[in-house]
Antibody, heavy 121, light 111 residues
Framework: QLQLQESGPGLVKPSETLSLTCTVS??????????WGWIRQPPGKGLEWIGS???????QYNPSLKSRVTISIDTSKNQFSLKLNSVTAADTAVYYC?????????????WGQGTLVTVSS | QSVLTQPPSVSGAPGQRVTISCTGS?????????LQWYQHLPGTAPKLLIY???YRPSGVPERFSGSKSGTSASLAITGLQAEDEADYYC???????????FGGGTKLTVL
């Protein structure tokens, strides 16, 4: 059974960089083809897609976050990561990593439990 | 504002049938990408309920069904149970934004 687990600091200062890692167990992250994504949920709000990484490291990002987001993959550690720079209080959210069931044009069949990241000084 | 539009809330009594709508446009639902529905309970990971417009993953009860027509989709829940009380989200791909999009979510209350 595939499992995903987010990890990283729960508190980030404004203007700094939020860094999270998703560790995949129960399967190889690089089983071709692969499609992985990050989604977040601010307090009291809905789900927001952040971005995806697929095939040989290709990426797609939410246009509203594109200038601040980087998603990368480390196949040797079976992990993929999210970096969001210049954070503000508006970036406070529960962050989820997830796997697409087919291509990046499909949906997410496996999710991590989520990790709360608070942006505050 | 979310790209996909859902009603903020719906409610129904146990045993009843409820539907949740999801309205999009020609660049997402109308572009014939698969439409997904997720059930989300507070403090847990979202759960895939419906994929590819109408298919249920293994383990999802037949009480949940999905349909799509044009630029809109619906999730129907029959035989409503107390455990169905949760937030429900629709999700698709948008070829104009070039990425995944979610609805704003619908809170289902079982009366």
């Amino acid at each position: 059974q595939l499992q995903l687990q987010e990890s990283g600091p729960g508190l980030v200062k404004p203007s700094e960089t939020l860094s999270l890692t998703c560790t995949v167990s129960g399967g190889s992250i690089s089983s071709s083809p692969y499609y992985w994504g990050w989604i977040r949920q601010p307090p009291g709000k809905g789900l927001e897609w952040i971005g995806s990484i697929y095939d040989s490291g290709s990426t797609q990002y939410n246009p509203s976050l594109k200038s601040r987001v980087t998603i990368s993959i480390d196949t040797s550690k079976n992990q993929f990561s999210l970096k969001l720079n210049s954070v503000t209080a508006a970036d406070t959210a529960v962050y989820y990593c997830a796997k697409y069931y087919d291509s990046v044009k499909s949906g997410f069949d496996y999710w991590g439990q989520g990790t709360l990241v608070t942006v505050s000084s | 504002q979310s790209v996909l539009t859902q009603p903020p809330s719906v409610s129904g009594a146990p045993g009843q049938r409820v539907t949740i709508s999801c309205t999009g446009s020609r660049s997402n639902i109308g572009a014939d990408y698969g439409l997904q529905w997720y059930q989300h309970l507070p403090g847990t990971a979202p759960k895939l309920l419906i994929y590819g417009d109408k298919y249920r993953p293994s383990g999802v009860p037949e009480r949940f069904s999905g349909s799509k027509s044009g630029t809109s989709a619906s999730l129907a829940i029959t035989g409503l149970q107390a455990e169905d009380e949760a937030d429900y989200y629709c999700q698709s791909y948008d070829n104009s934004l070039v990425g995944s999009v979610f609805g704003g979510g619908t809170k289902l209350t079982v009366l």
